[in-house]
């Protein structure tokens, strides 16, 4: 196992789940005193290891036929262009 990827991966995606949808989910579902706290943090850790999963496997399987610098490209250009709809519809309000 190489600790460096596993460091910058961890790094990486602890950033990206930080107060993402994700984690205001997890967030409200918490919130309620009627949940089990163990509860919510099994199912929201179960959704995001199988996510984390789906993710392994399409880019291995997409690595295949479409090579990584590319797939930079198309995942900045897409994460800029969800980054413009995001603005744009917030600056409409």
Same mark, same amino acid.
């Given at each position: 196992m190489?600790? #460096?990827? =596993?460091?910058?991966?961890?790094? @990486?995606?602890f950033i990206a789940?930080?107060?993402d949808k994700t984690q205001l989910v997890t967030l409200l579902f918490a919130s309620d005193k009627d949940?089990? #706290?163990w509860t919510v943090f099994f199912g929201s850790a179960s959704a995001l290891v =199988? @996510?984390?999963?789906?993710?392994v496997a399409a880019g291995s399987i997409l690595s295949q036929a479409v090579n990584v610098k590319t797939m930079s490209i198309i995942a900045? @250009?897409?994460f800029v =262009?969800?980054?413009?709809w995001t603005l744009y519809h917030g600056l409409q309000q």
């Open positions: 190489d600790l #460096k990827i =596993l460091g910058v991966v961890f790094i @990486t995606v789940e930080m107060a949940v089990s #706290k =199988l @996510t984390s999963a789906i993710g900045g @250009t897409g =262009l969800i980054g413009i």
